[in-house]
């Protein structure tokens, strides 16, 4: 497996381990979501999130629970808190930790902490996949184009690179790529940022799980 895949894998494995712990298995409700944040989020260790509404803001459909792909939102904040942090030559403003909206600050403080990571000695599960997720993102955005975000291109060059060979890749072809731009670009702007790849993530390893449930059954 590509450190993609394995990233990939691992975002499943959090996630359900989270989910299953009542009857519905491919949802995380409110207590699932916040033993995943107390324990996935190692750096939240004394913040106070506030798991109820943060389970608002990622809760795309408005049933009140969290299913895979609007989990990918979630990773993929805390993914762009570690690449903002990993690149700090990229400029922004949120070394202040001042900047975002309060809705966003409610989701963002978690990566304020996490950010600081590096010098914890043991990253979670969770943490050290959005980690992978984004060295791999890095490695590819910084081809052409936007140094932060994945042109077609660069998106093309990923996917043959890093999913060519695994169980993963097949789902997703070259030819494909087109559509597949036009899928995770939701803000329209010809390119996939840190946070739109990571609900193309959180697609992948919906796929994993799958795939390897039916294997397993
Ligand atoms: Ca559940
Ligand atoms: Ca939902
Ligand atoms: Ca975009």
């Not at 975002?11 to 359900?16: D, K, L, P, R, S």
């Not at 060059?157 to 997703?172: C, N, P, Q, Y």
């Not at 739109?196 to 390893?205: G, H, N, P, Q, W």
């Amino acid at each position: 497996m590509s450190q993609l895949e394995l990233a990939a894998k691992a975002v499943a494995e959090v996630f359900y381990k989270y989910a299953g712990q009542d009857a519905k298995k491919n949802k995380l409700n409110t207590t699932e979501l916040k033993a995943l944040m107390q324990k996935e989020v190692t750096s939240l260790k004394g913040a106070d999130a506030d798991v109820t509404k943060m389970l608002k803001c990622l809760d795309d459909n408005k049933d009140g629970e969290i299913d895979i792909v609007e989990f990918g939102t979630l990773v993929g904040i805390l993914a762009n808190g570690y690449r903002k942090w990993s690149r700090p030559e990229v400029p922004h403003k949120d070394q202040t930790r001042k900047g975002p909206s309060q809705t966003a600050l409610l989701l963002l403080t978690p990566l304020y902490y996490l950010c600081r990571l590096k010098s914890v000695a043991a990253m979670s599960q969770l943490e050290s996949a959005v980690q992978s997720l984004v060295d791999v993102f890095i490695k590819y955005t910084e081809q052409e184009g936007s140094k932060n975000q994945l042109s077609q291109g660069e998106l093309k060059r990923l996917i043959a690179t890093e999913l060519s060979s695994g169980a993963l890749g097949k789902k997703v072809g070259p030819e494909e790529v087109g559509e597949l731009m036009g899928q995770l670009d939701k803000n329209h702007d010809g390119e996939v940022n840190i946070q739109e790849f990571c609900r193309f993530i959180s697609i992948l390893a919906n796929g994993y799980y799958k795939s390897k449930k039916k294997g397993s059954a």
